[in-house]
């Protein structure tokens, strides 16, 4: 006889179950954006881009970049900008202290670099350029007489920072356990998407669904109206969407930095302009002609339109030099770790018990007939 597995059991030892049920432990894993906060774009995929971006980047596919520097506002020991596979990068000036970290190859032109650069494969320095540190390098290495190295090239193995696929997998659960059929329902008036979260404590967090439709259609702009120090989860279903080029406004205290739009289902998003808050899509490929980006990118891919580079710049400060944009709110769900329910628990309990009582009446009875 084989006991069945309650539902939402998934692997999980009996007795360490017991423990966290009864020992009034959670179940919980607590998250915000993990290591994607940090970052002002954060790609699982490719990104194709040419304007600047003042925090930090990481793209885990292939990253094609021109005229565009990185990081001048970011500052610290972390690197610049982190690729998982190939980064071409050409026509621009790194803050000093920025480093580079790529999986794959690398090839950088006509680039100043004022610190490291690590890749896992071959690193092509051409046709002119200056780098002021040291070059690691996977397979090859090679440059032209008119590009500098003020440093070392030396042939090692290089470890990306971020973990891409953990992150994918750890982001788009986040993502799904934000959404709540019963949270309320925020739309158009006036042609205008309104958030209205006025009634809510500073340092709490509210959550509010919104329709595709009203995403896309919010041509008089995006107002949010909550106090300091409080978190909006604003969650937009749809698959393919598109954000208008339109204004944005916030009253009662909140700031960019406690925005968060919540993307889940989204295979598509088009920035027809700037767009402000923080945008957790996961699953979606961005397509961006122009504009500011104020907050954090969570995304699969980013590039123009047919394929072109994408022109949005990327700020870490509200409209360039203003507060900090990049998510800082608080009170995100939890992902919910898959273990038994209390009833559900209770009952395989009360089974394995009956299976362990039955085996030993079975035993005793074999005893007695051995001994007759």
Do not use: C
Not at 99 to 108: E, T
Request: hydrophobic share 40%.
């Amino acid at each position: 006889m084989r006991l069945a597995r309650p539902p939402h059991f998934r692997l999980k030892p009996l007795l360490l179950a017991i423990g966290l049920v009864a020992g009034g432990g959670s179940a919980h894993a607590t998250s915000a954006l993990g290591v994607a906060g940090g970052f002002n774009v954060f790609l699982f995929g490719n990104s194709n881009q040419t304007s600047d971006t003042q925090g930090r980047i990481a793209v885990g596919g292939n990253a094609t970049f021109t005229n565009m520097p990185v990081g001048d506002l970011t500052y610290g020991s972390e690197p610049t900008l982190v690729v998982g596979g190939d980064l071409t990068y050409t026509n621009a000036t790194l803050r000093p202290g920025s480093n580079i970290v790529v999986g794959g190859n690398a090839s950088l032109g006509n680039l100043r670099l004022d610190g490291n650069l690590s890749a896992g494969g071959s690193v092509t320095l051409a046709p002119a350029g200056q780098i002021n540190g040291n070059v690691t390098y996977g397979s090859n290495f090679g440059k032209t007489s008119s590009f500098t190295l003020n440093g070392s090239a030396t042939q090692g193995s290089t470890t990306l920072p971020v973990d891409f696929a953990a992150a994918r997998g750890e982001l788009t659960a986040l993502s799904a356990a934000q959404v709540d059929a019963a949270d309320p329902t925020a739309g158009l008036q006036w042609g205008a998407l309104m958030v209205n979260a006025g009634g809510a404590a500073p340092g709490s967090t509210s959550f509010f669904n919104v329709s595709a439709d009203s995403f896309n259609h919010a041509y008089s702009g995006f107002s949010i109206f909550a106090p300091a120090g409080a978190t909006v989860v604003i969650n937009v279903a749809g698959s393919s969407l598109s954000m208008p080029n339109t204004g944005f406004s916030s009253a009662g205290g909140i700031t960019l930095d406690h925005v968060l739009f919540n993307l889940y289902e989204a295979t598509s998003l088009t920035f027809q302009g700037s767009a402000h808050g923080s945008f957790l899509a996961p699953l979606a490929d961005v397509t961006a002609g122009w504009g500011g980006f104020n907050g954090t990118l969570i995304a699969n891919s980013l590039s123009g339109a047919g394929g072109a580079a994408s022109g949005l710049e990327f700020h870490v400060r509200d409209f360039g030099s203003g507060p900090n944009t990049l998510f800082s709110g608080g009170g995100l769900r939890d992902v919910t770790a898959a273990v038994p329910e209390p009833s559900s628990l209770a009952l395989m309990v009360a089974g394995v018990g009956a299976l362990g009582a039955q085996r030993r009446r079975r035993m005793a009875a074999r005893a007695r007939s051995l001994a007759a």
